[in-house]
């Protein structure tokens, strides 16, 4: 990997390929690619005038729109370490972010200027960043700052930072492109409606990379995505809980035209398989990830998940597919021995693009070069060497020296044992 990451480089590479051509949209405004570089470069330009190093902490608090990506491709392309926090926080959430990322400067819409500035944040407005006639490009970026701030959801306590560097973010980036089912090019739109503080940025930087459309929506409106799934997107990414509300939308709807449903972050049950697929299409994909290792972890692509929901249930919980390119994916047991196939454990992994270390209340802890991280997942490898998902360690139960799942009991409760 190259020393230096020639952010600005590449984005001004790219408005010179596609120009006037739409970038992104949110079904009313639209920003073409030349504009979204020129804005980006304005905004990069400003945070090194004012005195911004490689790594220090910047926050953004923009919602999904036409601004989303931008503002984050200006953050970055100034080697700041961009953190993404979600427009809809609390102010509580808020506080706890900066204490943990060290961040004083919030990027936000200027209705949001009173409140951060009451909470004792310089607000900078992303309404006064006009767009650069002439982008100047920077110089790159070195690979090892700190380059994004991820938190945890914080189910089993206050959330973490989780850090990864300029070279990481790189590389997720290359390794998103390469397993991408399609190379997106003109005329083709990928519609995402989840924050775009999380996975949802990383396929819409796959997509922007390649001249194609990006479709923001702030969560899922029917009378705002009708028109978006009637026109028929290249593709959506739509996780179990977002996939089930569309098709509550719009029940018996079928829409024509999508290639790819890309799906994570939870199990993805047969019986919404089976509704996605009359809707779309069998074109759901299967993915898995977090926020210690930018996606994609491994990959199920559509095709396999149609023959996953043809089989029998192996019993060994939902599968997730194959590790991706450059991940490692190992089952350990209790003694962190490595379990053979068929047998379930925790999930460990690692690869190239796993975070830097995480910052707690106790500080930042450096995760050592070449370590595996302890998921907290539960699941084993089939002899097919597929990753199957179990559960969450934390919710496991012993009982007379045996190991219950919650799984185990829900399915005696309902009579399906």
């Not at 596609?18 to 639209?30: E, I, L, N, P």
């Not at 979204?36 to 400003?46: D, E, F, I, S």
């Not at 992303?126 to 959801?153: K, N, Q, Y």
């Amino acid at each position: 990997m190259r020393d230096g990451i020639a952010w600005s480089n590449d984005l001004l590479t790219i408005a010179a390929r596609f120009g006037s051509r739409v970038a992104v949209t949110d079904g009313t405004q639209a920003m073409s690619f030349a504009t979204l570089a020129a804005r980006a470069h304005a905004l990069a330009h400003r945070l090194r005038d004012a005195g911004i190093a490689p790594g220090a902490p910047v926050a953004t608090l923009v919602p999904n729109g036409v601004d989303a990506p931008w503002v984050s491709h200006g953050v970055t392309i100034a080697g700041a370490a961009e953190v993404p926090v979600n427009a809809h926080s609390t102010d509580t959430e808020i506080l706890w972010f900066a204490e943990l990322a060290g961040f004083r400067r919030i990027l936000a819409p200027a209705a949001q200027a009173e409140r951060l500035a009451a909470l004792g944040f310089e607000a900078w407005p992303i309404e006064d960043i006009a767009p650069d006639p002439a982008p100047v490009a920077l110089p790159p970026v070195p690979a090892d700052a700190w380059g994004r701030l991820i938190f945890t959801s914080g189910t089993t306590g206050k959330p973490k930072a989780v850090v990864h560097t300029h070279g990481g973010r790189w590389t997720a980036h290359l390794l998103q492109r390469a397993v991408l089912p399609f190379t997106p090019g003109r005329g083709d739109r990928v519609l995402l409606m989840t924050p775009y503080v999380h996975g949802a940025s990383l396929i819409a930087a796959a997509w922007l990379e390649q001249g194609a459309e990006v479709v923001l929506q702030d969560g899922v409106r029917a009378e705002a995505i009708e028109p978006i799934l009637a026109a028929g997107p290249a593709a959506i990414f739509a996780p179990p809980t977002v996939l089930a509300k569309i098709l509550s939308l719009f029940p018996g709807r079928r829409f024509e035209g999508v290639r790819c449903v890309f799906t994570g972050t939870s199990t993805l049950s047969r019986a919404l398989w089976h509704r996605a697929a009359e809707a779309f299409g069998p074109v759901v994909r299967i993915t898995y990830g977090m926020s210690e290792c930018f996606n994609p972890i491994t990959v199920l692509e559509a095709p396999e998940v149609a023959e996953l929901m043809a089989s029998e249930d192996q019993g060994l919980g939902a599968c997730l597919g194959w590790p991706a390119p450059g991940v490692e994916v190992s089952i350990r047991g209790e003694d962190s021995a490595a379990l053979p196939a068929g047998e379930p454990g925790e999930i460990w992994l690692r690869g190239r693009h796993m975070n830097a270390g995480t910052i707690s209340g106790a500080g930042f802890v450096a995760r050592p070069p070449g370590a595996w991280h302890r998921t907290g997942d539960l699941g084993a490898i089939d002899a097919r060497g597929r990753l199957h998902l179990s559960g969450r360690a934390a919710d496991v139960m012993k009982s007379g020296g045996y190991r219950i799942h919650p799984g185990e009991i829900e399915t005696v409760l309902d009579g399906t044992a």
